[in-house]
């Protein structure tokens, strides 16, 4: 068999893609990115999408189509042979990276987010192998230290030896014994916290995490665009930067100018060092700037 994956967000590294890739390619079927010049000559075609604001007009209608941006589509998932198939890195041939959970699913229900529909609720899961080229390992997990087996996985990754990036931990829950953990861990690793909800105090559960890990260490994601106001997402901003913390703004609609304007600023920090963001771009996202005469 021939398949075809569609690649709309070509800077998204797509775990599904990463499955349909070792599920064919060990069956002995060819696996390539879509083209619309050999459209014919596939027998399967698949598009996976995970952002709603992505352009899909040049989607195939006959393509098998998931993922979170489709949000019509949330309860579609991959055959349980796919899912249940180990990744091939083959079809990012530079990615030097390894996707891996040990948690999927989230108990949280933030109305913002589709993990739980899309998921579950909390529940662990044996990590998959790793990229043979990698030499960073990405720990995708919604609410990493929220599990069960939190400890094991740590140890796991202690043994892989390489860098370790947490994308899912939850500040409000976060203990001393696991930063005890942490603080023991002869590994490189950065933590990625969330501060969604501007009504709630954050800095002083992040400053008892930054007791146990460096600051430097640790990256705060802050939502914007959804429940917050410009004066919101500015304060956190504000005091994320006062003491001594790493903001980094995400959109909620990455398409709406004035997130595209704050996440830039923010993002960027020679820009953020250089204008406030009161006077940076206005134009294209303040219908009305203040004019200095």
Same mark, same amino acid.
């Given at each position: ?8 967000? /070509?800077?998204? @590294?797509?775990? %599904? ?5 070792? =599920?064919? &390619?060990?069956?002995?079927?060819? #696996? ?46 991959? /055959?349980?042979? @796919?899912?249940? %198939? ?5 079809? =990012?041939? &530079?990615?030097?990276?390894?996707? #891996? ?61 390489? &860098?370790?990036?947490?994308?899912? #931990? ?124």
């Amino acid at each position: 068999m021939k398949i075809g994956l569609v690649n709309i967000e /070509p800077k998204i @590294i797509n775990n %599904a893609y990463l499955l349909i890739n070792g =599920y064919y &390619k060990n069956k002995g079927d060819v #696996v390539e990115w879509y083209s619309p010049l050999f459209h014919g000559s596939y027998d399967k075609i698949y598009c996976s999408s995970l952002f709603s604001f992505t352009d899909k007009s040049q989607v195939p209608k006959e393509a098998i189509c998931g993922g979170t941006g489709f949000p019509e589509l949330i309860s579609v998932k991959l /055959p349980l042979e @796919i899912e249940e %198939a180990q990744p091939n890195y083959s079809i =990012y041939p &530079k990615y030097r990276k390894s996707i #891996v959970w040990f948690s999927r699913g989230c108990d949280w229900a933030c109305p913002f987010c589709l993990v739980g529909k899309k998921e579950g609720k909390l529940h662990t899961v044996k990590p998959k192998l790793l990229n043979p080229k990698g030499k960073e390992v990405m720990v995708m997990d919604n609410s990493f230290f929220d599990s069960q087996c939190w400890r094991e996985a740590l140890f796991y990754l202690e043994k892989v030896g390489q &860098k370790v990036q947490f994308y899912g #931990v939850k500040a409000k829950t976060f203990t001393e014994a696991q930063g005890l953990a942490l603080k023991q861990l002869k590994i490189q690793f950065v933590l990625h916290c969330a501060w969604d909800n501007p009504k709630e105090q954050m800095i002083p559960h992040l400053q008892f995490i930054a007791k146990f890990v460096p600051k430097s260490r640790i990256r705060v994601y802050y939502l914007i665009g959804y429940w917050s106001t410009i004066e919101e997402d500015q304060m956190r901003s504000d005091l994320l930067l006062a003491n001594g913390f790493d903001g980094f703004a995400m959109p909620y609609d990455k398409t709406e100018p004035y997130q595209k304007a704050r996440a830039r600023w923010e993002n960027h920090k020679a820009i953020r060092k250089t204008v406030p963001f009161s006077e940076y771009r206005q134009g294209a996202w303040n219908p009305n700037p203040v004019v200095n005469l």
